[in-house]
Nanobody
Framework: QAQLVESGGGLVQAGGSLRLSCAAS????????MGWFRQAPGKDRNFVAT????????KYADSVSGRFTISRDNTKNMVFLQMNSLRPEDTAVYYC???????????????????WGQGTQVTVSS
């Protein structure tokens, strides 16, 4: 069964950095675009970043562009989100997601992703 497991979340001061990791298992995700989303308490799940199957095309939400970087290592079935210059408004549960096999183009739509991790909490203090 396809599974995604996030790690790397935690508590950090404003201006600090964190690197989230997403380990995929159960099937190969090499042909799938991957994405990161986040959800703050009482709010909808929102797009953060996406990367295509080969890793040479990325897209970011305006709110994180220039601060966050998504990357992937297909040899290890891993996806990463490097987060720099963190702000209190970045506080949320961060989710890794995978599109279905064969859907290699990145997407900002929650509905385009078929596999989700359990999430990892990121808290940024002011």
């Amino acid at each position: 069964q396809a599974q995604l497991v996030e790690s790397g979340g935690g508590l950090v001061q404003a201006g600090g950095s964190l690197r989230l990791s997403c380990a995929a298992s159960g099937r190969s995700f090499r042909n799938s675009a991957m994405g990161w989303f986040r959800q703050a308490p009482g709010k909808d799940r929102n797009f953060v970043a996406t990367i295509n199957w080969s890793g040479d095309s990325t897209k970011y939400a305006d709110s994180v562009s220039g601060r966050f970087t998504i990357s992937r290592d297909n040899t290890k079935n891993m996806v990463f989100l490097q987060m720099n210059s963190l702000r209190p408004e970045d506080t949320a549960v961060y989710y890794c997601a995978a599109r279905r096999a064969g859907y290699g183009s990145g997407s900002s739509m929650v509905s385009d992703y078929g596999v989700w991790g359990q999430g990892t909490q990121v808290t940024v203090s002011s």
